[in-house]
């Protein structure tokens, strides 16, 4: 029954919900990441992203006025104002219970009058209007705290960007590291790809004395662990004068990608119709006119496959960026790196975090979906192929 024509089989729907529940694991964690990135700081430590919908209730330590704003009544010195509105908090607010220590902040209801012995009195109320009532006049420079639960309406900002993106601070700015990075990760994708390009080429159509040789080293170095070939190419580096710069961390990552990049291709151009490179010939084309008015516009999708793979790997790399980068004065820290500084240093801060992360991940995401169009054009104009 299951091979009628119109039937799934249960194995096919057992594909479908892995593939679905794949996809939920993966989209829910960067979701999280992007509601962050808008969220405040307040907001972040107390409630999960996904009630970032809905009121919250948050405790929160709002000063009232300075004691410069102070007035006489009579005998009294007050204080008075809108607590919500000296600390520049949403006039939305709620608050539902308050109290003049953090040990009790729920101690009083919005309305109450709380005694604060010999310095006076202080009454609250829901909107947040307040009255610090003193028989001794205020002193000192610090203004009074009041500790409320309030609810909180849903809120998102963009000064979480605006402090990562373009703030002047060396420490949190990730604006330096992104171009740093792009500088990285452009050439680094795009050298293996034209050097693995002509070599996959030669070793899939040229004859030539060692060419098994040459594809049995290729597949060997498939194998070798990138943390053994750090340091003595470091030290290779070094030793020719190169050092750690741009120019050391791009061959690294085409030395790195070369192994991989030269086996897609070949395996895919070994696939391509012999008689078409054979006509070409008997045309009197060349073996580099070949290669270029043939060969890579059939190759276009495996060239796409692996330009994705090289840019998402070398955009996320921490460990080669540590080891053939100087990054000790900032002007060569890539966003990786500043992430991890950023956890060092403003480790608290989750919504720095948050958005320095998704900053991060914007780029590759943006690649992988603007490549995978142009991907499947590719795999659908080769996958007819002429006799």
Not at 72 to 83: D, R, T
Not at 141 to 161: C, I, Q, W
Not at 279 to 293: L, P
Not at 359 to 364: D, E, I
């Amino acid at each position: 029954m299951a091979s009628i024509a119109g039937k799934k089989s249960g194995l096919v729907w057992a594909v479908h919900i892995s593939v679905l529940v794949l996809v939920v694991l993966w989209l829910l964690p960067t979701a999280g990441l992007f509601i962050s990135s808008f969220r405040t700081a307040d907001q972040i430590a107390t409630s999960g992203w996904w009630s970032s919908l809905f009121p919250q209730e948050q405790n929160l330590v709002l000063r009232a006025a300075a004691p410069s704003a102070q007035k006489q009544e009579g005998s009294l010195y007050v204080l008075s104002g809108n607590i919500l509105a000296d600390n520049k908090a949403s006039a939305e607010m709620n608050i539902s219970a308050w109290g003049t220590s953090s040990r009790a902040i729920g101690q009083y209801a919005p309305g109450d009058t709380a005694d604060l012995g010999e310095s006076g009195r202080v009454t609250l109320q829901a909107n947040g209007d307040y009255r610090i009532e003193s028989n001794a006049e205020f002193t000192g420079s610090r203004p009074p705290r009041l500790f409320v639960t309030a609810t909180v309406p849903p809120k998102f900002t963009l000064d979480n960007y605006r402090h990562v993106l373009l703030s002047g601070s060396t420490t949190d700015s990730m604006a330096n590291a992104f171009f740093n990075t792009l500088t990285v990760t452009i050439p680094a994708t795009v050298i293996p790809i034209l050097i693995a390009a002509f070599a996959a080429y030669a070793l899939a159509w040229m004859e030539f004395p060692g060419r098994a040789l040459l594809i049995a080293a290729v597949v060997a170095l498939l194998v070798v662990p990138l943390q053994l070939a750090l340091i003595p190419l470091l030290r290779l580096h070094l030793a020719i004068g190169i050092g750690k710069g741009y120019l050391g961390v791009w061959l690294a990552h085409t030395g790195f990608g070369l192994p991989l990049a030269i086996y897609l291709l070949r395996n895919y151009m070994v696939g391509l119709p012999r008689d078409i490179i054979e006509c070409a010939k008997v045309d009197g084309a060349t073996d580099f006119q070949i290669f270029t008015r043939i060969i890579l516009p059939l190759s276009f999708p495996a060239l796409a496959s692996f330009a994705i793979f090289q840019f998402l790997w070398t955009w996320n790399d921490l460990l080669v960026a540590k080891v053939f980068l100087i990054d000790a004065t900032g002007e060569t820290t890539v966003m990786t790196n500043q992430i991890v500084e950023l956890l060092g240093t403003r480790g608290g801060n989750w919504e720095i975090l948050a958005t320095a992360a998704f900053v991060s991940m914007a780029v590759p995401l943006a690649v992988f979906f603007a490549m995978q169009r142009y991907l499947v054009r590719g795999l659908l104009a080769g996958s007819v192929k002429g006799g």
